[in-house]
């Protein structure tokens, strides 16, 4: 079955099922008659890791990985002004699907090597060594890791340090693309990749490797939006990898869902700016080792409108002070690729927890909705033996874990002491 055939797509990454060929559908003959290239991808100048939280042993690693994947090839002009990626967005929005195809029909046979910038933080007063379950967690578009491990009031920002505080080692790295990971240049960021890289860190983190002096006995996903739909992919193609999985900041609705509709428009609210127009007031530090395939939301309005519900207090604009200051580049082509991925994970059968934002944009601005719909269990997790839960975080928007908790952690780490 292709991607094109399941319901949900167009409501996370609506413009994309309608639009694109999906790798299913290409002939093996024209994908064997593909040349295969070989890239070295250069690292970043910005080499600046995280802070670690106080509460860990923490160790960064770069992790160098060779993959094999059948690239997506963009086709569309590159951008030369804002106005050329505002009418790429208004494309993406379009309810006719015609008018969005920046891809070619077929793939291309690549083999890219990364430089993966990783850190794996262990409790302080855990145990030294012996069998943990240990998490893996991937973050979403316009951030890099530090979306887990907030060094701004990390007590209550930081999902890095609650879970050291609960027990729970944390592997959390920058997705290729963004953050002291290699850049992922020219109109090629796309989700295969992401979740060949996963995938391949996952197996060495059940060798031993990566993880100090803790081995994993279990292993948990956990991701935030374009993580989660990356753990998501993962799951639909290696099922036995990972025991659980935690997918924040995502959503499942069914065809007849709005947000259908609404929720072309939500993505683009991610950023419309190429870097060159934005004031570096506004930009990461590291802007510019981002080429013009990458924007940047523009403005702390642009990038609340698409994480955060509301700021009013002090403490509130505060926390959106320090949240827009890390964020990162948004390569266009991991958006414009998303419904390229099989979300459907029949064979998976394990426990997953699904957790949003009331107001995630993914949602339509109401999560407890799409969420009743059902379709988490009936389409994606739908194997007999996976047990899927959800929870929606009051008053919340997308970027969840910047808000007021209400309940969050504990039923996330309730969850995990269940799996
Ligand atoms: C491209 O990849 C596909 C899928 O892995 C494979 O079947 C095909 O043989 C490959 N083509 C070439 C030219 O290597
Ligand atoms: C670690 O210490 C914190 C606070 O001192 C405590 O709440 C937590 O339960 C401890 N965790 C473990 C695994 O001992
Ligand atoms: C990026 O793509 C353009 C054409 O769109 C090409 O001229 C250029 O060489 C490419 N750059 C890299 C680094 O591949
Ligand atoms: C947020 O940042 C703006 C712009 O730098 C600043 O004027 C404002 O005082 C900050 N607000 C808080 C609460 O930190
Ligand atoms: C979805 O999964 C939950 C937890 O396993 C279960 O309680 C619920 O009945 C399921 N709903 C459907 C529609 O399968």
């Not at 509460?55 to 002004?81: H, M, S």
């Not at 240049?185 to 990749?193: G, K, R």
Request: charged share 15%; net charge negative.
């Amino acid at each position: 079955m292709s991607v094109s055939d399941v319901p949900l797509l167009p409501s996370s990454s609506p413009h994309l099922s309608y639009a694109l060929p999906t790798m299913k559908s290409h002939s093996s003959t024209l994908i064997a008659a593909l040349a295969l290239c070989h890239q070295s991808l250069s690292s970043p100048t910005y080499q600046t890791a995280p802070d670690h939280p106080s509460n860990g042993i923490c160790t960064d690693y770069k992790i160098e990985k060779t993959i094999d994947f059948a690239e997506l090839q963009w086709t569309d002009p590159p951008f030369k002004t804002s106005f050329d990626v505002v009418d790429l967005y208004a494309r993406m929005a379009s309810k006719d699907p015609a008018v969005f195809r920046p891809f070619a029909e077929t793939p291309r046979n690549v083999s890219k090597t990364y430089e993966i910038s990783a850190t794996f933080c262990r409790p302080k007063n855990g145990t030294d060594a012996g069998e943990k379950t240990v998490l893996v967690a991937t973050h979403g578009a316009g951030f890099d890791r530090r979306y887990w491990a907030s060094s701004y009031l990390p007590e209550k920002y930081s999902f890095v340090y609650h879970s050291l505080e609960a027990g729970y080692p944390v592997f959390y790295y920058d997705r290729a693309g963004v953050g002291a990971s290699s850049r992922t240049l020219n109109y090629t960021a796309q989700p295969e990749p992401q979740i060949q890289l996963l995938a391949s860190m996952v197996r060495d983190i059940r060798g031993g490797q990566y993880t100090d002096s803790i081995k994993a006995s279990k292993i948990v996903l956990v991701g935030h939006s374009f993580g989660s739909f990356v753990s998501t992919g993962l799951l639909n193609k290696f099922p036995d990898l990972a025991d659980a999985a935690v997918l924040t900041g995502i959503a499942f609705p069914n065809p007849s869902d709005i947000v259908n509709i609404l929720g072309k428009y939500a993505l683009t609210v991610f950023g419309g700016r190429l870097i060159s127009d934005v004031p570096s007031s506004s930009l990461p530090a590291n802007a510019d080792s981002f080429d013009d395939s990458h924007v940047a939301f523009g403005d702390i309005y642009s990038y609340a409108q698409a994480f955060l519900h509301h700021p009013q207090t002090a403490p509130d604009v505060a926390v959106a002070n320090y949240t827009f200051s890390i964020t990162q580049p948004l390569p266009v082509s991991e958006f414009a690729s998303l419904g390229n991925i099989d979300l459907r994970a029949p064979d998976f059968a394990g426990k997953v927890l699904i957790t949003a934002g009331q107001y995630d944009v993914l949602c339509g601005g109401d999560c407890y909705a799409t969420f009743d719909a059902g379709v988490q269990n009936t389409t994606i997790f739908s194997n007999e033996g996976a047990v899927v839960e959800t929870f929606v975080q009051p008053g919340a928007g997308h970027g969840a874990v910047f808000q007021e908790d209400n309940g969050a952690r504990e039923r996330i780490f309730g969850f995990l002491g269940s799996v």
